[in-house]
């Protein structure tokens, strides 16, 4: 089926009046075991916009893998995790150890699972947290020991990027929508490559979803661009709002500390992966005294030691599909409370399970105390697979959904549109170094 902004806006609309919230009287499954008899795994492509990074643009779909998880109970239990290819093969490999286990007993196999992929461990614990919740009638948060707080906040996420409309980009063959010109554009935020255009977007930003925070995606524009960006934008805000900014190790050392001197002027909240690897951070770090980040050089639990001791960040920017699900974030989160780093949440793009997944690990992390990054503000109104609309963001917060489990139902006619894009687009694994070739024909992830 072929879809553009107007059909994902209507059939949306169309969702949510027809949407029945079920009560989680769930008193007959009680007893059951929750024994997981199946597990669906479907491969979803949704729309994106050109926004860029050091990797280069995004392509024309961003993919997901969707659980579904079936038990004896009757109880479906559902979860997001990373798209592509790979990963699909890593959750059909592992689905095969978790058949016939119990849905609460997660842990479990979480050694098992998280050998073949973090990622697809993630998932899947989603989808047995969330049947647990249906079947005891709790949200996602109280089974994990919280809520501790209701509310989250995330941060402005700015990128660069080109019109949705771009004529080489629309010109993309694995575009198999009927996105187009004008109002048939994905969206109508334009181009944006100059630090005016930035400050417009992050004034809209503010605006439309009330963030505090703002981070601006570098790594895409002569450094000094970028550093004008970030002033612009400290200007606008008067010096009032914190910002980040995140070059994705883009950025040579030299670059990074004369750049990094600068940034003492505004009102830094951290310098985010301007270098690649623990050692090369931990010059900066030393030489600067700013306070670092990292979604890059500590990713993932045998990180931390050498962490420790080459001191590289002040930050970690955890990710639960990345460190091997909520329970696993739930230990990042006591482990930078004892070393003393502060944590916030990573994003790349995601749908609405995923959204809602990230909601509850700010509800149930004590030491998550920083606006997290999200990506959902660009993913397309309507686009989501969950029922009804994208779920809402006020004054930069998000509040924890209301159901049983992760609170949130899949649409499954939604479901079946993404699938039927992902089959189509022929798009199997990220590659935003092949969509800005199509700008730039020799482009390359250079330093600067
Ligand atoms: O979506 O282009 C992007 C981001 O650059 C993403 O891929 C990064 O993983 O958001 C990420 C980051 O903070 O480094
Ligand atoms: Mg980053």
Not at 26 to 36: C, Q, V, Y
Request: glycine fraction near 8%; charged fraction near 25%.
């Amino acid at each position: 089926m072929q879809m553009h902004r107007r059909d994902w806006l209507r059939l949306a609309a169309s969702a949510a009046m027809g949407a029945v919230s079920s009560p989680a009287g769930f008193a007959a499954e009680k007893n059951s075991a929750l024994t997981i008899t199946r597990v669906k795994i479907t491969p979803i492509a949704l729309p994106d916009p050109p926004l860029l990074a050091a990797s280069g643009c995004h392509g024309p779909y961003f993919l997901r893998n969707i659980v579904e998880l079936h038990t004896d109970a009757g109880i479906v239990g559902i979860g997001e995790t990373k798209g592509g290819q790979r990963r699909t093969e890593a959750l059909e490999k592992a689905k095969k150890l978790v058949i016939g286990q119990n849905a609460f007993a997660y842990r479990s196999f979480a050694n098992a699972v998280t050998a073949i992929d973090p990622a697809a461990y993630a998932g899947l614990e989603l989808a047995c947290l969330d049947a647990c919740g249906k079947a005891t009638g709790r949200r996602l948060c109280e089974l994990l020991g919280g809520p501790v707080r209701e509310s989250v906040e995330f941060a402005a996420y700015l990128f660069y990027r080109y019109a949705a409309d771009h004529p080489t980009l629309l010109a993309d063959k694995r575009i198999v929508d009927q996105r187009g010109k004008g109002d048939r554009a994905l969206d109508d935020w334009g181009e944006v490559r100059s630090p005016e255009a930035m400050v417009k977007m992050a004034d809209r930003f503010r605006k439309q979803w009330g963030f505090r925070v703002m981070k601006l995606k570098a790594g895409v524009l002569p450094p000094d661009v970028e550093w004008e960006t970030l002033k612009a934008m400290n200007d606008h805000f008067k010096g009032q709002l914190p910002l980040r900014i995140d070059p994705n190790a883009r950025w040579t050392l030299a670059t990074a500390l004369r750049i990094g001197k600068k940034l003492r002027n505004v009102n830094l909240e951290y310098y985010e992966d301007p270098v690649r690897g623990q050692e090369t951070m931990a010059q900066v770090r030393k030489t600067l005294r700013l306070p670092m980040s990292t979604n890059m050089c500590v990713t993932r639990f045998s990180h931390v030691p050498s962490a420790l001791k080459i001191e590289p960040i002040d930050v970690v920017l955890g990710d639960h599909h990345g460190w091997g699900g909520i329970t696993a974030f739930q230990e990042l989160g006591r482990i930078c409370q004892t070393v003393g780093w502060k944590l916030g949440q990573h994003s790349n793009n995601h749908a609405g399970i995923t959204m809602a997944a990230m909601i509850h690990v700010g509800a149930v992390t004590p030491h998550l105390t920083l606006a997290s990054d999200t990506h959902y503000p660009w993913l397309i109104q309507g686009a989501d697979i969950i029922e009804g609309d994208n779920l809402p963001i006020k004054d930069g917060h998000m509040q924890v959904p209301k159901g049983a489990g992760i609170g949130v139902k899949l649409d499954k006619e939604k479901l079946a549109r993404a699938h039927e894009t992902y089959q189509k687009c022929g798009m199997r694994e990220r590659d935003d170094a092949r969509t800005m070739r199509m700008l730039v024909p020799d482009w390359k992830r250079t330093l600067y």
